[in-house]
């Protein structure tokens, strides 16, 4: 599995998944999430809250492989190697 392949859903199996973001959406976020790119996931955030939603059957996980953050990509897994 490449570093950045979306995970697969526990429930359905899709690989349809979307990150949940959290906090008070400004246009920019509203808009991606009109055009299905995130899921909003309202302002409260919590330690066990889902970081991951299925577009197809609706489900929401928290993601338990680890993350990558922007500072820890390189040249190569960015595609400007």
Known sequence: MSKFEKPACPECGSHDV???VYG???PELEARAL???VML???IVYDSAPDLGCKSCGAHWL???PKR???DTDEEDAGLA
């Open 18 to 20: 979307l990150p949940i």
């Open 63 to 65: 993601d338990q492989r």
């Open 69 to 71: 953050y922007f500072w």
């Open 41 to 43: 996931g309202g302002c």
């Open 24 to 26: 008070l959406p400004g």
């Open 35 to 37: 055009r299905g790119e």
